[in-house]
């Protein structure tokens, strides 16, 4: 059964094209791969010639793309702002080969205080997904902002205030966000307890999704959070890989950079973490 390969939970490929597309075209070539999995915040790096070429090759890519609303801002600094991202959504969606093959993702719903005033996305977000739907995708995901140690650090050394979302306001949001969706179409809570479980990559659905209706592995991942319902996949990535959007939310090791960073995308070298890729053949 071949690999569904995912690029990658743990830091945005279209920061590390070299290093992905050099693995993919060593040890994964199309006739092991079933489906790549891709998330990023930055589509236009996959339309670009090199990834366009690469990814042809397979059989099928899905998309995961995450569009919070607050792109170039403090919160976001390396990170385009959405107008400039929904510029490539069709695009992307041309290049899955179906609208159901990209997943929009706004996604961490944020909520701060800076300077006495409260900062959330959730209308944008509301935006966002209403605008998706309108391009024929029906498939969202979200979650809310996790207050891990290092993540209050970083925002309060940057002078926000990370604050909660109470229950009310959790369901008052995620309501909002379906009506903005319509009728037939999916928002899912990403490892948000209270919520069903969700599954980001989801084997039945890449198989049902598959050119061929091709099967994939269907089992629960193992090494996953508590609430997640995510299937088995390899992922690429690694958690040790600064991550230049530097989003200060993140929970994993983003590394600021700002504007000049979006005009040098191409070709950006891994950093050097003294690991191989974190997935190993299962």
């Known amino acids: ?20 597309l050099s693995l993919l075209a060593t040890r994964y070539p ?31 890519v899905y998309f995961h793309v995450t569009v ?15 107008e400039v991202v929904w510029k490539e959504l069709p695009a992307l969606v041309e290049l899955a080969g179906h609208p159901s093959r990209v997943r929009l993702r706004p996604d961490p719903l944020v909520k701060v205080a800076r300077r006495g005033a409260v900062i959330t996305n959730v ?33 309060r050394r940057a002078g926000y205030e990370p ?6 306001e959790r369901g008052e949001a995620v309501a909002r966000l379906r009506a903005a969706a319509g009728p037939g179409a999916k928002v899912d809570l ?5 919520f069903p479980v969700s599954r980001c990559i989801d ?30 996949s390899l992922d690429l990535g690694w958690y040790g890989l600064s991550c230049p959007s530097g989003c200060l939310y993140c929970y994993a090791n983003p590394r600021g950079c700002g504007t000049p960073a ?6 950006v070298a891994p950093a050097r973490t003294g690991r191989q890729e974190a997935g190993a053949e299962p």
């Open 1 to 20: 059964m071949r690999l569904v390969l995912s690029l990658s939970r743990r830091t945005d490929p279209a920061w590390y094209t070299d290093h992905f």
């Open 30 to 60: 199309p006739a092991r791969v079933h489906t790549l999995v891709i998330w990023t915040k930055l589509p236009h790096v996959f339309l670009q010639r090199r990834w366009r070429s690469a990814l042809r090759a397979y059989d099928q």
């Open 68 to 82: 919070t609303g607050l792109g170039g801002t403090d919160l976001e600094p390396g990170v385009p702002p959405p």
């Open 123 to 155: 209308d944008t977000a509301q935006a966002i997904v209403r605008a998706g739907a309108g391009i024929g995708l029906s498939h969202f995901s979200t979650s809310f902002m996790a207050h891990y140690p290092r993540v209050v650090r970083r925002l």
């Open 163 to 168: 604050l909660d979302f109470g229950p009310d």
């Open 190 to 194: 990403c490892c948000v307890p209270g």
């Open 203 to 232: 084997g039945g659905l890449l198989a049902e999704l598959h050119p061929r209706g091709e099967k994939c592995r269907s089992d629960k991942a193992a090494g996953q959070r508590e609430h997640c319902g995510c299937t088995h």
């Open 262 to 267: 979006l005009r040098s995308l191409r070709g």
